[in-house]
């Protein structure tokens, strides 16, 4: 991917379809042909809905979706409760109705097999269930995991409940996909983590209550990855080949959501090591969403870093919090050299992602989803080949932006994440293509992923 001037200043457009509320029965020539519910319409799960519908859009597909949703809050409650909630307000499926007629669409999030045993007619549709992540594979909350340590028995009561609470989640999950046609997981590694976990729940109950055993291999069966689609800069194709200046530091960008499951720790780990041994200049900019009840991590690099700048002579803290715009957090990323992970947890890497896109070079663990994405040279094994990693970057920025930086970004089919090479495949999946064709494709002969 070619480098971009400094100046470019990016737009993005999101022609959503609002949520709607429908009268309870319409004739069938009236019925939306695809209906998309989101019970978690925050964050990347809205962009997500958000892109797929401005692609039909674009594209004059019709009838147009109808996009049930709500707000992004309290999502357990979300994935028990959600379905008494689109049970009231979707729009009754006459009888007359097929599945080749229209499709059910929804995020992992809602308990659909709660909705269809609330409304049968719904049954009608072609029932498409997408994944955004697992709730086998979400680690324990910080809290949570200090509570067990403080506890007289941690054994016991904690871990019990913990136990007991991921295996309601999960098996929600599990009902879901035996109701649903079509399972989407955005990445290999979601599929493989949940299918684990479905085996895992099955073999822990007790054998008088398990399930058949058939119930993993059905969930195989209609199981397909479909990547989370990126949404592309509007300046995207008015970049410049000419590199970033060869003189200035090395700059690189932390954009993750604000929580223990993204690594801070080990990023401030990196810094305080940098801080005190690097020779090397280093520009760091951390950003992303941050929660009220924010680790208290981020409180130790605010003191240490952003109000001491002078605290360091090698490392400069650039950017420290939320960008208001897409605009500015684009152009953040245009001015970058490397987006850096240190993730204990994804499923995707929506943020990883949007950095490359924006002509940065990935730096992210041997481990979760990264592997199936990204080369072996944008991958580390050790928090200590990271800190190389970074290192060897910085030690000729000329080099690394002119040969390095291009070399690498060649190795990355972006468009493998954008509409450009996904929006058939969803226009298939959301029942306005002209049928058949998997959801399969992705950089290395045929391994997709996704959020």
């Known amino acids: 991917m070619p480098r971009r ?11 959503a379809v609002a949520t709607t509320t429908l009268p309870a029965t319409l004739p069938t020539t009236s019925l939306p042909k695809c209906l998309i519910i989101n019970p978690f319409h925050s964050g990347s799960h809205k962009h997500f809905i958000d892109t797929l519908t401005t692609y039909l859009h674009k594209h004059a597909l019709t ?8 707000p992004g809050k309290k999502w357990h409650w979300r994935l028990l409760c959600s379905a008494t909630h689109f049970a009231e307000i979707l729009p009754t499926t006459p009888s007359t109705f097929n599945n080749k007629q229209g499709t059910l669409f929804t995020t992992s999030l809602l308990n659909l097999a ?21 709730q086998f594979e979400y680690p324990e909350s910080q809290g949570a995991i200090q509570q067990q340590q403080q ?10 409940a ?8 999960g ?54 990855i479909l990547f989370y689609p990126i949404a592309v800069p509007q300046q995207l194709s008015s970049w410049s080949s000419s590199p970033l200046p060869s003189k200035s530091p090395l700059h690189v960008v932390w954009n993750h959501r604000w929580e223990y499951d993204k690594g801070p720790l080990e990023l401030l780990t990196f810094m305080r090591r940098w801080a005190h041994q690097s020779k090397y200049t280093l520009i760091l900019s951390i950003v992303g969403v941050q929660y009220p009840d924010r680790p208290s991590v981020f409180d130790t690099i605010e003191n240490e870093f952003w109000h001491n700048p002078q605290s360091s002579s090698s490392l400069t803290l650039r950017h420290f919090g939320s960008i208001e715009t897409v605009a500015d957090y684009h152009q953040l990323l245009f001015n970058a050299d490397v987006v850096l992970s240190t993730a204990k947890h994804e499923f995707f890497g929506v943020a990883i992602g949007e950095g490359v ?69 969803y226009v298939k999946v959301l029942g306005f293509g002209g049928g058949g064709g998997g959801a399969g494709g992705g950089r290395g002969g045929g391994r997709d992923g996704s959020g």
């Open 5 to 15: 001037k400094r100046t470019s200043t990016p737009q993005r457009t999101m022609n």
């Open 63 to 70: 009838p147009p979706p109808m996009v049930y949703s709500l």
């Open 114 to 134: 709660d909705l269809v045993a609330l409304r049968p007619d719904l049954n009608k549709r072609t029932k498409i269930l997408y994944f955004h992540e697992n």
């Open 151 to 160: 506890s007289v028995s941690p054994t016991l009561k904690s871990r019990a």
């Open 162 to 169: 913990s136990k007991q609470k991921w295996s309601e989640y």
């Open 171 to 224: 098996w929600a999950q599990i009902m879901s996909c035996l109701v649903a046609d079509r399972v989407l997981f955005n990445s290999n590694h979601n599929r493989a983590t949940f299918l684990k976990g479905v085996q895992q729940l099955i073999a822990s109950i007790p054998t008088s209550s398990r399930p058949p055993s058939t119930v993993l291999d059905r969930i195989k069966s209609k199981s397909e």
């Open 357 to 425: 896109m924006c002509g940065c070079v990935p730096l992210c663990p041997n481990a979760l989803s990264y592997p199936e994405l990204y080369p072996k040279s944008c991958l580390y094994n050790t928090e200590n080949q990271m800190f190389k990693q970074i290192k060897s970057y910085t030690s000729n920025v000329e080099r690394f932006r002119t040969t390095t930086a291009l070399n690498v970004l060649k190795e990355i089919n972006v468009e493998q994440y954008t509409m450009k090479c996904l929006g058939e495949k």
